[in-house]
């Protein structure tokens, strides 16, 4: 079992930053991957940036994201962040992360990962 507990998210005004955290405990060893993932306000689940949690820092981005959104991890504190800048009002979302620990690489897929956090709310005002 993995335990995921997200923090950071917050109101902002458009074109603020924010960093997101998720901090991972249990059976962290057993980790490929983390993702970020976005629930829209009556929308549909988004994925948004992966990264991978051992050996080289492979990442992966949406398409909606890049060039704005950093993932990256610290493995000594069992932690995963995403930082997001210049946030515009259509990134308002529920921000969840996830973790892979059934198969390597990359996915973008929910139905890949095994373990998710309650999520932390992002809200931009325009």
């Known amino acids: 079992q993995v335990q995921l507990l997200e923090s950071g998210g917050g109101l902002v005004q458009a074109g603020g930053s924010l960093r997101l955290s998720c901090a991972a405990s249990?059976?962290?060893?057993?980790?490929?991957?983390m993702a970020w993932f976005r629930q829209h306000p009556e929308k549909e689940f988004e994925f948004v940036a992966a990264?991978?949690?051992?050996?080289?820092?492979?990442?992966y981005y949406a398409d909606s994201v890049k060039g704005r959104f950093t993932v990256f991890r610290d493995n000594a504190k069992n932690t995963v962040y995403l930082q997001v800048n210049s946030l515009k009002p259509d990134d308002t979302a529920v921000y969840l992360c996830?973790?892979?620990?059934?198969?390597?690489?990359?996915?973008?897929?929910?139905?890949?990962?095994?373990?998710w956090g309650q999520g932390t709310q992002v809200i931009v005002s325009s």
């Open positions: 996830a973790a892979d620990v059934h198969q390597s690489g990359i996915y973008s897929d929910r139905a890949d990962y095994d373990f």
């Open positions: 990264v991978s949690w051992s050996g080289g820092d492979t990442t």
């Open positions: 249990g059976r962290t060893r057993n980790i490929f991957t």
